[in-house]
Nanobody
């Protein structure tokens, strides 16, 4: 069964930090690249960051580069998103996603339910 469960969202002041976690079932995680996406209020879902199965290759959107870091612990079937220097425009529902392939480029087929991140000014 495909299952992704995010946690770690919440309310934080601008300039603060949060770490999102996403625990995946073995079927969803093993051998697969993972990513984080977000959907700000009233806007389309957008890409945030992605990581290859090995963890050697990562990519971050320009809007978060230098502030957010994606990582993974394959032994724990968990992917993380460390978010520093948060801005009000980072407010969104954050989704964990997985794809059938080792590289992060491509279509993401598996999705979590999302976790809310709210950054106050």
């Amino acid at each position: 069964q495909v299952r992704l469960v995010e946690s770690g969202g919440g309310l934080v002041q601008a300039g603060g930090s949060l770490r999102l976690s996403c625990v995946a079932s073995r079927r969803t995680f093993s051998g697969n690249a993972m990513g984080w996406f977000r959907q700000p209020p009233g806007k389309e879902r957008e890409f945030v960051a992605a990581i290859s199965w090995s963890g050697d290759d990562t990519f971050h959107a320009d809007s978060v580069k230098g502030r957010f870091t994606i990582s993974r612990d394959n032994a724990k079937s968990t992917v993380y998103l460390q978010m520093n220097r948060l801005k009000p425009e980072d407010t969104a529902v954050y989704y964990c996603a997985g794809r059938d392939g080792e590289t992060w480029r491509g279509l993401y087929e598996f999705w979590g339910q999302g976790t809310q991140v709210t950054v106050s000014s």
